[in-house]
């Protein structure tokens, strides 16, 4: 009998084709978009996140790599390890992440950012906070 293993992901099953780049390791690059997602609310603290294997299988990679961003959000605070349990969210994860994202926002993006609107002569009145 011939076993034919493939690393297409079976059909019905909900991938997220990620896009990766070579900016920065892929765990790294995961472990952001995990932390995204926990600045978005997803899943909110105390709860549970999706197994190694649910992500490693979400975003068609390794598991291995699933487990290395997952030590990173765990070596930052963001969540922990409950034995024979998986890995929460911990309290005061967001207001930790949103402190953090504010700073790099300030210090690195928005002086970026003021140069260029002045640059293109854009002034606080041209612009619609309100608009999405």
Not at 20 to 32: E, F, G, H, S, V
Request: charged share 15%.
């Amino acid at each position: 009998m011939v076993c034919y293993i493939s690393n297409t992901p079976a059909a019905g099953l909900h991938t997220m084709q990620a896009t990766w780049t070579a900016q920065a390791p892929i765990y790294q690059q995961l472990a952001d978009r995990l932390a995204v997602q926990l600045l978005d609310g997803s899943p909110l603290e105390g709860e549970a996140l999706p197994s190694v294997r649910q992500l490693a299988s979400q975003y068609v990679i390794n598991p291995l790599t699933v487990s290395r961003a997952l030590q990173a959000l765990v070596d930052n605070g963001l969540i922990e390890s409950r034995r024979g349990m998986g890995m929460y969210v911990v309290q005061g994860a967001r207001s930790r992440l949103l402190q953090h994202e504010r700073e790099q926002f300030l210090q690195h993006d928005w002086p970026t950012l003021r140069a260029r609107l002045q640059r293109l002569g854009i002034g606080a009145n041209d612009l619609n906070w309100e608009s999405a």
